[in-house]
């Protein structure tokens, strides 16, 4: 056996790349792992070191084991983003959208991992618009660069950024209204069947009013005062808006076994993978809906391929719709199952087995069982049909490959420095639509945690490299600057939700949305602060010194 314990966003797909790459039967392999913590995609993908430990193992027969340091991780670990587009938006005299065109080039690195964020942005290009033409050319080159992975809603806010930043500039040229413009161009509230012009069927929103209730939120309307009372104290303040619309969907296929067993407890094995998202509670809540099951009952089974057969790990906000979809097709054959012992025990026709208040009662009457006893009674009731003996249980493994589409829409206001070009996020507001919220406290966390992600690449996070020898001088977190607490306001979110008609649940994805509009959202915010000095566009990251610069060019033109 060739065993790999990895610090890796999945295991199954590791199992197949590393038995691959050593030329082994993928049965002879075993990959584990555990609390891995946030990776967002960048751990996803195989790591060149993860067969090279195992393959060293086998040489040498003993165990081996490699860790990065913190500067080999800075120089080498796969990277996020790096995207350049050259994007045209024709409009209307009326502002109505009428088409979009651009190339949008993609850097792979030394070598390809991904196309992902490549495909995904280009698909999604018109957004939350009913823009009825478009046309995009998808490029990507290698360059002496490290690879480029899937990095948090990978590829979908390159593609908002784009967009909605297009949008503000033709507001800025053409005296448009940011928002009128946004509302005039919606895509009306929809069911299915809505298509963009890039090919890309949507599932179901209600835009105009996610974004309205954004901008209350936000208090836009009482904007005006506050730059007022900004510039009376010598600040240049601004406000952004942007609406999203993401894309969720990943490695397709997903895997659930599930046994009640009598002594009260349910084993879940699922081949998803927690990087921090809280999969042990949420899981656990369907089900209690489902089952009439304590949500401490539940053993939730993941990382370990020795157990764990089929399943994609935890990326493209996959999990919770992939999880309830397979977990919804098992517990609804467990209860088909637990009905048809519960009839037998209590002696009526399944028809008139309920299930209620988390237990299986027999209509008319006040005899009932809960899922515990029934499990005991497929063990151990000899008198029962074959084919309801032995372990109360299901196996649901199914390839899903219709996606669906979060959205929301993101308000940002910063004030800026003119004399230092520091510039401060004031006041933050989101509305998310994630379908159905299962667990509406971790949402809102993951909108904070991916709001901040945003953030710090609009305004802080580069990989720099010296142009003439190549050298990394960002290589540590002395030179690297991170996003922290005390630079962030208090977020204001809230929660939206239509239901996606592609999942039992009704669950569209949460763990991205917050990421996917925020680039546009502070850039958009930034130049509405710089507008008055006539600047119309900063690029990323707007730091103090590029905003400062940008300040000085404007002055002197």
């Not at 005006?224 to 009376?232: I, T």
Request: hydrophobic share 40%.
């Amino acid at each position: 056996m060739h065993t790999l314990h990895a610090g890796s966003g999945g295991v199954v797909r590791q199992r197949r790349e590393v038995s691959a790459i050593l030329g082994v039967p993928v049965e002879k392999v075993r990959v584990t792992a555990w609390d891995v913590g946030g990776n967002f995609g960048t751990r996803n993908a195989i790591y060149p070191e993860f067969p090279l430990v195992v393959w060293a193992a086998k040489r040498i027969g003993r165990p081996v084991k490699w860790t990065a340091t913190r500067s080999e991780a800075f120089l080498s670990d796969y990277q996020g983003r790096d995207l350049s587009a050259d994007v045209e938006l024709a409009l209307g005299a009326d502002g109505r959208f009428l088409a979009i065109r651009g190339t949008n080039c993609l850097n792979l690195g030394a070598y390809p991992i991904t196309f992902v964020p490549l495909i995904k942005g280009v698909e999604l290009m018109t957004g939350v618009y009913d823009i009825p033409a478009a046309y995009f050319r998808a490029q990507a080159v290698m360059t002496n660069k490290p690879p480029v992975n899937n990095y948090r809603s990978s590829g979908r806010p390159e593609a908002m950024f784009i967009l909605e930043r297009l949008i503000d500039m033709a507001c800025a040229e053409f005296g448009f209204d940011r928002v009128e413009i946004r509302r005039l161009n919606f895509i009306p509230k929809i069911g299915e069947g809505y298509t963009n012009a890039l090919g890309l069927p949507y599932d179901c929103g209600a835009y105009d009013k996610v974004m309205s209730e954004a901008l209350r939120l936000a208090g836009w309307d009482g904007f005006e005062a506050r730059r007022k009372e900004a510039a009376a104290r010598g600040k240049l303040r601004g406000i952004g808006v942007s609406n999203y619309l993401e894309l969720t969907g990943g490695y397709p296929r997903e895997r659930t076994e599930i046994t009640v067993h009598p002594d009260g407890r349910i084993d879940m094995v699922i081949g998803t993978l927690s990087s921090g998202q809280g999969h042990q509670t949420s899981f656990a809540q369907l089900l209690v809906d489902w089952l009439g099951a304590p949500a401490d009952s539940v053993n939730l089974i993941t990382g370990d391929t020795a157990v764990v057969q089929e399943g994609g790990g935890s990326h493209s906000a996959r999990s919770m719709r992939m999880a309830g979809i397979v977990i919804g097709t098992a517990t609804d054959e467990i209860r088909a199952k637990a009905s048809r012992i519960a009839a037998h025990v209590l002696g009526g026709a399944v028809e008139k087995i309920l299930f209620e208040d988390g237990r299986f009662k027999l209509d008319g009457t006040n005899r009932s069982l809960d899922i515990f006893e029934i499990a005991g009674t497929a063990q151990n009731d000899d008198s029962l049909p074959d084919d309801l003996k032995g372990p109360l249980g299901a196996v649901s493994d199914q390839t899903i490959h219709l996606g669906a589409f979060p959205y929301g829409c993101h308000v940002c206001e910063v004030e800026i420095d003119p004399d230092t070009g520091v510039p401060e996020i004031v006041d933050y507001a989101a509305i998310d639509d994630v379908g159905r919220a299962i667990n509406p406290l971790i949402l809102r966390g993951q909108t904070h945690g991916g709001a901040v992600q945003g953030i710090g690449q609009a305004l802080w996070e580069n990989m720099i490299y010296a142009p003439d020898t190549a050298q990394l001088l960002a290589g540590s977190f002395l030179d690297y600057a991170m996003p922290r607490a005390f630079r962030l306001p208090t977020f204001k979110t809230a929660l939206s939700e239509v239901p996606s008609p592609r999942n039992k649940l009704g669950v569209r994805g949460g763990g991205e949305g917050g990421t996917t509009p925020a680039l546009a959202v502070v850039i958009n915010a930034v130049v509405d602060a710089l507008a008055p000095l006539g600047i119309r566009h900063v690029e990323m990251p707007a730091t103090s010194q590029s905003i400062w610069r940008a300040i000085q060019a404007a002055k002197q033109s």
